[in-house]
């Protein structure tokens, strides 16, 4: 589903990231995990195609982020770390909008919203609420909502449970792995290892820039994985 090979990437003559390769197989859910300041984000807007590399390449589905960017946006949902919602504009409202934004009309856009709003499981109540009076976790869940209007084959997510309280985050756990049923590959940073756990089958260590480790074992947690790669980085 995503392929990135030797990239590099710079801001303003910075280099920050360092030859990147790696794969992420179709139906999976990978976590992206390292400290502040690693490159999480800036990689994660590269597959994307938010960002163009320095050097190297990234391919999503088959198309490279380059010289096929819209064909990615088509294949892809984005939902960052701090991200915008139409305050005045009801839940359902909010998803209308960007199916439009995604081309979807009629009875299609009406079937694509009633299906977001099952999975992130909004009440009648909730979906008529304004987007400016929901609180952080059902906010949250219209930002996924928004990202998955579309049927997209990839899901990125950028800290999507930053800020939740502890049953929240066990809501949006259920959710991704709702998605992955559904055949939706997923890829999601978090500082929380445990919470990951719960439902990443891989996951990828970034430090300064560049991937130390690309885990993959149902056998062994991830937080173990992660701190035995901190304790010897090389």
């Known amino acids: 589903m995503i392929k990135v090979q030797s990239l590099d990437f710079e801001y303003f003559g910075k280099r920050v990231l360092y030859g990147v390769s790696f794969e992420v197989t ?6 992206l995990v390292g400290p502040n300041g690693a490159g999480k984000t800036t990689l994660m807007r590269v597959i994307a195609a938010l960002e163009t590399p320095y050097s190297g390449t ?9 010289e096929q960017g819209r064909e990615v946006h088509k294949r892809i949902g984005y ?3 701090f991200f915008g919602v139409e305050p005045d504009l009801t839940v359902r409202q909010s998803l209308i909008l960007a199916g439009k934004s995604h081309l979807i009309e009629g009875a299609q856009l009406h079937e694509c919203v009633n299906q977001a709003l099952a999975i992130l499981e909004f009440t009648e109540a909730t979906q008529n609420q304004k987007a400016g009076e929901l609180s952080r976790g059902w906010r949250q869940r219209l930002g996924i909502a928004m990202a998955i209007i579309h049927k997209p084959e990839l899901l990125i997510l950028d800290e999507p449970a930053s800020g939740l309280d502890p049953e929240a985050r066990i809501t949006l756990a259920s959710v991704f792995k709702k998605l992955q ?3 939706m590959t997923l890829l999601v ?5 445990a919470e990951l756990e719960d439902y990443c089958t891989e996951m990828l260590i ?3 820039g560049r991937l130390t480790q690309h885990a993959a074992s149902p056998n ?3 937080q ?6 901190v304790a010897n980085p090389s």
């Open 26 to 31: 179709r139906g999976s859910i990978t976590a």
């Open 189 to 193: 940073s978090s500082h929380i290892l």
């Open 206 to 208: 970034l430090r300064e």
């Open 181 to 183: 049923a559904d055949g």
């Open 220 to 222: 062994q947690r991830l």
């Open 224 to 229: 173990d994985i992660y701190m035995a790669q």
């Open 79 to 81: 939902l960052s770390d």
């Open 58 to 66: 990234v391919s999503v589905a088959g198309f490279d982020t380059v």
